[in-house]
């Protein structure tokens, strides 16, 4: 899929620099319902900091599918825009081709200081110990949505907080073409996420202290069996959800196909199908009854979207103009607002347009009970590789084929030889 490039229109004055008209190109993720939904919510913001600025701003809603590809490809070329959307957990990852402008105290500075950015966030911009990559722009976190009429009319009065009652609730919802749990099979970026967080509570971790892969270790095993479960062994999500990469389980739920759902901010994206905000609960993601030894109270990871700036920019100053306004106050609400998503910096959490249900409970995840997604330079492999051990295991069991611990076992060794030395 194309993405297509907008250019802003206004005047060429140069803000005040004397050196003539600057223009800086940026690539923004696609956060709305549609990329056109993200021109639209885009356009006049970045007319706004024309106006302010006198600094013209070219930019392109690149889809998820050729984000990544298309940053490595620029970072590798030394070609490319001047300011970027990076999904948070690539942040090591990009961090580590050596090609984007680290966020050291002056360069923090420049854009309000770090102090400024919610801690968990900024958290997620890099490897440990080493400046950020990037500055937090949009927050994000996993829960649980569920339909309110489908758990009344099954005499369910409250959403399950152990993944045991998860799966008694979902089989009472499971009939007549409707069902318990909807997933995003055959996504891998969806299905590492979930490894990562059900990892946590099973005691398990991705990467030792030294950054090597522990991808098959038991305790990662029994946490990817127990999510491919819902479909093989407990039967709460419906088999043809192993072929779902495009959010068709977000348009199940919101079509009473399914009665739950465990995803990031998805209240607009239900909007825009026409259910309503009344329709549905959120709850946090459960956890198991009783913790496995060693695990932890960790039900999402730091979800969300960082902006970052290319070392290859002509503009340094420029760039960092635009990432301070896009982190302004003004903007953190405005943008946030129209996506659902939190916003980055401390400064207006309180604001209303985050005191609705979703964005508390998201807000309260965030805070309480969410991990970055391992720092290291090879997380965007991980995501990769374990997501479509994942997105076979779900294959296998739509197909009817039992999926053992040995068989989860031998999928997650294959992907770890796949990291190689």
């Known amino acids: 899929m194309l993405a297509a490039s907008i250019t802003a229109c206004g005047d060429d004055s140069d803000g005040g620099s004397g050196g003539g008209a600057k223009t800086l190109t940026y690539w923004a993720s696609n956060q709305g319902a549609s990329i056109d939904f993200d021109k639209q919510t885009l356009q006049p ?17 690149v889809p998820w599918s050729d984000l990544l590809n298309r940053l490595l490809a620029a970072a590798t070329s030394g070609q490319g825009p001047d300011v970027v959307n990076i999904g948070n ?15 050291d105290d002056a360069t923090l500075g420049a854009v309000g200081g770090k102090d400024r950015f919610v801690p968990a966030a900024l958290a997620a911009a890099g490897a440990p ?12 976190a996993y829960a649980l949505y569920y339909n309110k009429k489908l758990f ?8 399950p907080t152990t993944w045991e ?28 996420h979930h490894a990562f967080a059900f990892g946590q509570q099973w005691g398990g971790e991705w990467f030792d202290a030294s950054g090597k892969p522990t991808f098959d270790t ?9 999510y491919i479960d819902f479909m093989a062994v407990d039967k709460v999500v419906n088999p043809s959800n192993a072929e779902y990469a495009q959010n068709q389980s977000v348009s199940d739920f ?25 329709a549905y609960g959120v709850a946090p993601v459960p956890f198991p009854a009783t913790a496995p030894a060693g695990g932890k109270k960790v039900n999402s990871m730091v979800a969300g979207i960082n902006i970052a700036v290319f070392k290859h920019t002509k503009d340094k100053d420029a760039a960092l103009q635009f990432v301070k306004f896009m982190t302004s106050d003004a903007e953190q609400v405005q943008l946030n607002k129209t996506y659902g998503s939190l916003p980055s910096v401390t400064t207006v959490a309180s604001d209303a347009a985050f005191q609705a249900e979703e964005q508390k409970v998201l807000a309260s995840v965030l805070a309480t009970s969410a991990a970055p997604l391992p720092q290291v330079a090879e997380e965007s492999k991980f995501e990769t590789l374990v997501g479509t ?4 295991l779900f294959a296998d069991a739509a197909s009817g084929k039992p999926v053992t611990e040995q068989a989860v076992k031998e999928k997650l060794s294959n992907a770890q030889q796949q990291m190689g030395s």
């Open 218 to 226: 038991p305790q990662n095993v029994a946490a990817v069996k127990r």
């Open 129 to 140: 110990g080493q400046p950020p990559a990037a500055v937090p722009l949009y927050s994000l």
């Open 45 to 61: 913001e970045l007319d706004k900091f024309e106006q302010q600025t006198g600094i013209k701003v070219n930019f392109e809603v």
């Open 389 to 392: 051990a994942m997105k076979e």
């Open 89 to 103: 957990t690539w942040s090591a990852s990009l961090q580590a081709t050596g090609a984007f402008v680290p966020f």
């Open 165 to 192: 009652e998860l799966v008694t609730v979902g089989k009472k919802l499971t009939k007549d073409g409707q069902w318990g749990l909807a997933v995003e099979g055959a996504n891998p970026s969806e299905n590492a």
């Open 254 to 278: 919101a079509n009473g196909k399914a009665a739950m759902l465990l995803w990031q901010a998805a209240g607009n994206a239900f909007k825009a199908q026409g259910m309503a905000a009344d």
């Open 152 to 159: 009344a009319d099954a005499g369910v009065t409250a959403p």
